[in-house]
């Protein structure tokens, strides 16, 4: 019998604070993909990540699933997609259909957050991101959006569903733990 870990994709914030999440998860046992790094892998890197949100949206989610396939674990106990339920595109907010998630076996979701103000400074000196301008204001809103985003495609495929904080990492953990176990 072929061993078939349990996959999940937890949604992001933009700018939100992630990385800090991420060292402090060093000590867990987990494969970690982001789907900016899969979608450029499979379009071979021709286009720079922070460009991607400026391609089609539909193939970009078809070459997530495609490069996820090739590149998933299946040794992992567990696999932490890092990527996002809405994307800032060049017409504006676009969500990610559920079926993407679904197609990548998602079997829970995380939304992580941070304080809109903080993503706002983060991003003012981050120069080496290209990333749009968007106000404390525009940032409430997306994370918002994306969090209610989030929930819909954790109810429409029943799977557990966690709010987060970015430095909340034990309750993160926690979260990944109980996926792991069953208990969630």
């Given at each position: 019998?072929?061993?078939?870990?349990?996959?999940?994709?937890?949604?992001?914030?933009?700018?939100?604070?992630?990385?800090?999440?991420?060292?402090?998860?060093?000590?867990?046992?987990?494969?970690?993909?982001?789907?900016?790094?899969?979608?450029?892998?499979?379009?071979?890197?021709?286009?720079?990540?922070?460009?991607?949100?400026?391609?089609?949206?539909?193939?970009?989610?078809?070459?997530?699933?495609?490069?996820?396939?090739?590149?998933?674990?299946?040794r992992a106990a567990c696999?932490?997609?890092?990527?996002?339920?809405?994307?800032?595109?060049?017409?504006?907010?676009?969500?990610?259909?559920?079926?993407?998630?679904?197609?990548?076996?998602?079997?829970?979701?995380?939304?992580?957050?941070?304080?809109?103000?903080?993503?706002?400074?983060?991003?003012?000196?981050?120069?080496?991101?290209?990333?749009?301008?968007?106000?404390?204001?525009?940032?409430?809103?997306?994370?918002?959006?994306?969090?209610?985003?989030?929930?819909?495609?954790?109810?429409?495929?029943?799977?557990?569903?966690?709010?987060?904080?970015?430095?909340?990492?034990?309750?993160?953990?926690?979260?990944?733990?109980?996926?792991?176990?069953?208990?969630?």
């Amino acid at each position: 019998m072929l061993y078939d870990p349990e996959y999940r994709r937890f949604s992001r914030n933009f700018g939100s604070g992630q990385d800090h999440l991420r060292e402090s998860l060093r000590t867990m046992s987990f494969q970690h993909l982001t789907a900016g790094y899969l979608i450029g892998q499979a379009r071979d890197a021709q286009i720079a990540h922070d460009h991607l949100r400026l391609q089609n949206i539909a193939d970009n989610q078809d070459l997530l699933v495609e490069g996820f396939l090739i590149r998933k674990d299946f040794r992992a106990a567990c696999v932490v997609l890092d990527g996002h339920a809405i994307i800032d595109g060049p017409s504006g907010l676009e969500t990610i259909d559920v079926d993407i998630f679904r197609r990548l076996g998602v079997n829970a979701v995380a939304h992580l957050e941070a304080d809109p103000q903080q993503i706002f400074v983060n991003r003012e000196g981050d120069n080496s991101r290209a990333r749009p301008r968007r106000s404390p204001d525009e940032l409430v809103e997306h994370q918002s959006l994306s969090l209610a985003r989030s929930q819909i495609i954790a109810n429409e495929l029943t799977v557990p569903f966690a709010r987060l904080r970015t430095e909340e990492s034990k309750n993160f953990a926690l979260f990944i733990q109980g996926v792991v176990s069953g208990k969630l």
